[in-house]
Nanobody, 125 residues
Framework: QVQLVESGGGLVRAGGSLSLACTAS????????MGWFREFPGKEREFVGA????????YYDESVKGRFTISRDNAKNTMYLQMDSLKAEDTAVYYC??????????????????WGRGTLVTVTS
């Protein structure tokens, strides 16, 4: 059993920055990738980005490419999401996810079984 806990959400002005963290505990699998999804009110959860187990490979949705950066510290079992140049349309609940890389890279929330509880990011214009 793997547990994921997000932290770092909050309120920020448009153009500002915010950093999220996701810490994993329990039976973490050494081959697992991790990723971030976000959910807008009334919409399906959508892919933000993912990072390989080694941290050498990262993948982003076009909507955040160049503004968001995913990294991880395996010694701390923690993944990070650095969000810069935030826009009002980035306002959402952000969820951490973990799983086999081939499932993360499907970029579909339906393929993911392990989730954090989510953290709200609100960007004011």
């Amino acid at each position: 059993q793997v547990q994921l806990v997000e932290s770092g959400g909050g309120l920020v002005r448009a153009g500002g920055s915010l950093s999220l963290a996701c810490t994993a505990s329990g039976r973490t699998d050494s081959t697992w990738a991790m990723g971030w999804f976000r959910e807008f009110p009334g919409k399906e959860r959508e892919f933000v980005g993912a990072i390989s187990r080694s941290g050498r490979n990262t993948y982003y949705d076009e909507s955040v490419k160049g503004r968001f950066t995913i990294s991880r510290d395996n010694a701390k079992n923690t993944m990070y999401l650095q969000m810069d140049s935030l826009k009002a349309e980035d306002t959402a609940v952000y969820y951490c996810a973990a799983g086999p890389p081939e499932l993360l890279l499907l970029r579909s929330y339906r393929a993911i079984e392990v989730w954090g509880r989510g953290t709200l990011v609100t960007v004011t214009s």
